[in-house]
């Protein structure tokens, strides 16, 4: 079987060209894919919107229903950098409800992956940082409640450290969070994973690599998850206006393939989400994350 790929079109809420947060990557994701055969037409697993219940299982009831009514105070759509309206509700529930078809998909073929989420600044009591719903921590709950998993592993790279993650599971123990990223960039307080490492503006692809090689080997074994989520974030990339790393388009590939090959040699199932990046030129910017999609397609 092909690499199960999940996406739906409502991952694309239609914000403007130019917008801070660059919603158009989602579509020309999708439509790169397809071009370049990962893909073929109409082979996308599609999810359908996540439940109310669903997300209450990661996020306080109050804020649930006020993303669902699209009515959530003006102060908590500031932190989260956007609105929420009707189609950016919609847009949190169907990439909430992919991450956790992903996540099924991987338990079931032992590697799927997402064309959005990793929306790991939404914490329980509220979004932020563009993130509305934490759909990776959705995810664990429902196959938690759902009694398919007991522990699971967050391998974060995104740039930013993933502080909503680590809010919602500071007191999960089945949970292991690792968060690696820029130390001086966003969120200023950065709330603790069980563990962070935070590196160096200018960092690259060689000093970087060497840490991940040196720190996740170590986490499967000692943590003994029944299966990981990785963010495999772009935002690392020299090129990207919100990060502080230095890594290269070759630097990423060699990141995922690191990642994806340890956790499967593992016999681990893993589900990778798409995580942030941001850059004006959507073209390049949407080649850049299905980076991801092809380095996962060689593992199947």
């Not at 996308?44 to 993303?67: C, K, N, R, S, T």
């Not at 600044?121 to 759902?146: E, M, S, T, W």
């Not at 563990?195 to 000692?222: E, K, M, S």
Request: hydrophobic share 45%; glycine share 10%.
């Amino acid at each position: 079987m092909p690499l199960p790929i999940v996406h739906n079109p409502h991952y694309d809420a239609d914000f403007p060209l130019g917008h801070r947060f660059p919603m158009a990557k989602f579509r020309r994701i999708a439509e790169i894919l397809v071009e370049d055969g990962l893909v073929a037409p109409g082979g996308f697993v599609v999810p359908a919107e996540a439940p109310a219940g669903w997300i209450g299982l990661a996020h306080e009831a109050a804020y649930v229903d006020q993303v669902f009514a699209a009515a959530v105070p003006p102060a908590v759509a500031r932190e989260i950098g956007f609105d929420v309206s009707p189609r950016v509700a919609r847009r949190a529930r169907t990439a909430s409800a992919g991450t956790v078809l992903t996540a099924r998909l991987a338990l079931e073929h032992g590697l799927a992956c997402n064309t959005a989420g990793g929306s790991h600044h939404a914490r329980r009591g509220q979004g932020a940082g563009f993130c509305v719903f934490n759909d990776v921590a959705v995810a664990i709950r429902v196959l938690r409640a759902d009694h398919l998993i007991e522990r699971a592993l967050v391998v974060d790279l995104d740039v930013h450290q993933g502080d909503g993650t680590a809010d919602i599971f500071a007191s999960d123990p089945a949970v292991f969070t690792f968060s690696m990223h820029a130390e001086r960039n966003f969120p200023a307080r950065k709330i603790p994973s069980d563990l962070d490492i935070g590196l160096p503006d200018g960092t690259g692809d060689d000093a970087y690599l060497a840490v991940l090689r040196d720190t996740l080997p170590g986490l499967l074994r000692d943590h003994r998850p029944d299966i990981v989520f990785l963010n495999a974030g772009v935002d690392p990339h020299a090129e990207d206006r919100l990060g502080r790393l230095a890594l290269t388009d070759a630097g990423l590939e060699a990141r995922d393939r690191f990642v994806i090959g340890t956790v499967r040699d593992a016999g681990l199932p893993l589900a990778a989400v798409l995580g942030g990046g941001y850059m004006d030129d959507i073209d390049r910017l949407a080649r850049r994350h299905t980076i991801l999609h092809r380095v996962a397609a060689t593992f199947v």
